[in-house]
């Protein structure tokens, strides 16, 4: 190997060591103000390192909690269970930061109704 292909290939690699730990999303990212569907949520550290998420803004049950357990990493995401404010039905729902001001879920109810959207930071 040549010197020019080895400084090649440690430009390529310490590119994606840092690229990929850009993705690496923690609780911290996901702390403000968001919105979903026609809810505002405003997500803020509690109890540890866990977070938690109350409706401030809607049509229905403002007040109410959103994360129904604690969200936990799982391959770069976050996965634990949420209720749906409108329906207070419970979903097992992953959670992938997309950027900065979004974050990307799916999840099913134990009766394998299913749901996915995106939270956007409200500015």
Not at 59 to 66: A, E, H, Q, S, T
Not at 89 to 115: H, M, P, S
Request: aromatic residues 8%; proline residues 2%; hydrophobic residues 40%.
């Amino acid at each position: 190997m040549t010197k020019a292909t080895l400084g090649k290939a440690s430009v390529v690699c310490v590119a994606l060591c840092v690229g990929g730990s850009a993705w690496a999303a923690t609780l911290q990212d996901m702390l403000g103000r968001w919105r979903w569907q026609d809810f505002t949520i405003e997500v803020s550290k509690c109890q540890g390192d866990n977070a938690c998420a109350k409706i401030v803004a809607g049509p229905k049950n403002v007040g109410m909690d959103v994360f129904a357990s604690k969200l936990t990493a799982k391959d770069g995401d976050w996965v634990g269970q949420i209720t749906h404010p409108e329906t207070k039905e419970v979903y097992n729902t992953r959670f992938q930061q997309k950027d900065k001001d979004r974050w990307r879920l799916d999840g099913c109810t134990a009766a394998k109704i299913c749901l996915s959207g995106e939270f956007v930071r409200v500015k």
